[in-house]
């Protein structure tokens, strides 16, 4: 079983800053892919940003410049720095891991997602 936990969300005014953790725990060979997807009201869930193991970053053009996406390998964790926040910013923020697991003896990817986090910027 993995467990995947977020925090560091909340209100924030136009052009401040936030900072999401997301935090990884459980039965897990490696984690390739840690990634922040946020979901805004009436909207579908979209990409905001993620990052490989090796350290390959990918950004929806909509943050490109303003928030940046690093991990902790070591402690199963990874960050999304959030600055020069725009009221169209405000969505859910949820964490996806994808993961190598082995429950049974043989080993396959697996995705997880976080409980989500809201992010609300006010103009």
């Known amino acids: 079983q993995v467990q995947v936990v977020e925090s560091g969300g909340g209100l924030v005014q136009f052009g401040g800053s936030l900072k999401l953790s997301c935090a990884a725990s459980g039965s897990m060979l490696s984690i390739n892919v840690m990634g922040w997807y946020r979901q805004a009201p009436g909207k579908q869930r979209e990409l905001v940003a993620e990052?490989?193991?090796?350290?390959?970053?990918d950004y929806a053009d909509s943050v490109k410049g303003r928030f940046t996406i690093s991990r902790d390998n070591a402690k199963n964790t990874a960050y999304l720095q959030m600055n020069s926040l725009k009221p169209e910013d405000t969505a859910v923020y949820y964490c996806?891991?994808?993961?190598?697991?082995?429950?049974?003896?043989?080993?396959?990817?697996?995705?997880?997602w976080g409980q989500g986090s809201q992010v609300t910027v006010s103009s």
């Open positions: 996806k891991v994808i993961a190598s697991v082995s429950p049974h003896g043989v080993s396959y990817d697996a995705q997880y």
């Open positions: 990052i490989t193991s090796g350290g390959k970053t």
